[in-house]
């Protein structure tokens, strides 16, 4: 696979659970925010009238590895994985860079929406593209350093 996209934020506080570590659900949160951004980048604007696509998730699997704690740096790394005929797969991996943990993986489906019938719609050719080519290298930098 090539480099992929990468959104970095900084673990803040009130993420932690009682045990001082990354809640297990906000692991799903950091890969819907890092899937955004990497769907603002390939198509432009996650609104669907400028970006020319919707999408709802249909299924995702995490696989947790180690935790992540308290200011830990991560960096979500996301690449598509696979594109259908309405829906496509995307693959995050969650990373601590300070010492390259790998700390989650997670693969994430998704449809493609036509809000006006109400139903899946095909991965419009633009949006298959993008999805093709990904975001090498792009960064993504929230995490304040």
Not at 32 to 59: C, N, P
Not at 83 to 89: E, I
Not at 96 to 109: H, N, Q
Not at 118 to 130: F, T
């Amino acid at each position: 696979m090539s480099q992929p996209f990468i959104y970095r934020l900084r673990v803040r506080y009130h993420e932690c659970d009682g045990q001082k570590i990354v809640f297990n659900a906000r692991y799903a949160e950091y890969i819907d925010i890092a899937a955004l951004e990497y769907a603002r980048h390939l198509f432009g604007s996650v609104d669907s009238k400028t970006g020319g696509i919707d999408w709802r998730l249909v299924q995702q699997s995490l696989q947790w590895k180690a935790p992540a704690h308290f200011d830990d740096v991560l960096d979500v790394q996301v690449q598509t994985k696979s594109l259908g005929t309405t829906s496509f797969c995307l693959l995050a991996d969650v990373v601590r860079p300070s010492d390259s943990v790998l700390l989650v993986s997670a693969e994430t489906t998704y449809v493609v929406f036509d809000e006006l019938t109400d139903s899946k719609a095909p991965i419009p050719e633009h949006a298959r593209a993008s999805l093709q080519s990904g975001a090498p290298g792009v960064v993504v930098n929230c995490s304040g350093s």
